[in-house]
């Protein structure tokens, strides 16, 4: 099993920034792809970001250019850095862990962006 704890998120107004983190600990050893999905009210769930173990990332259209993910192995934690915030980013973030063919869910970090 792993377990996935979120942290970071808040509330902010547009244009500011946040920086989202989440430690795996478990079974980690095979953990390859991690990364951020989010779910806006009323909406489903989204990929944001996502980064294998040795680095290759991939973007929503929506975040490019605006949120970056990165991954420390060495503490099995990956990061999103969110610049430029809108209010439609405004949703609970979900750290995802893919080990084998299994994928794990952390609990979320609720991310509010004013206008």
């Known amino acids: 099993q792993v377990q996935l704890v979120e942290s970071g998120g808040g509330l902010v107004q547009a244009g500011e920034s946040l920086r989202l983190s989440c430690a795996a600990s478990?079974?980690?050893?095979?953990?390859?792809?991690m990364g951020w999905y989010r779910q806006a009210p009323g909406k489903q769930r989204e990929l944001v970001a996502v980064?294998?173990?040795?680095?290759?990332?991939n973007y929503a259209d929506s975040v490019k250019g605006r949120f970056t993910i990165s991954r420390d192995n060495a503490k099995n934690t990956v990061y999103l850095q969110m610049n430029s915030l809108k209010p439609e980013d405004t949703a609970v973030y979900y750290c995802?862990?893919?080990?084998?063919?299994?994928?794990?869910w952390g609990k979320g970090t609720l991310v509010t962006v004013s206008s």
């Open positions: 995802n862990a893919k080990r084998n063919i299994v994928d794990y």
């Open positions: 478990g079974s980690t050893f095979s953990i390859n792809a």
């Open positions: 980064i294998s173990y040795g680095g290759s990332t």
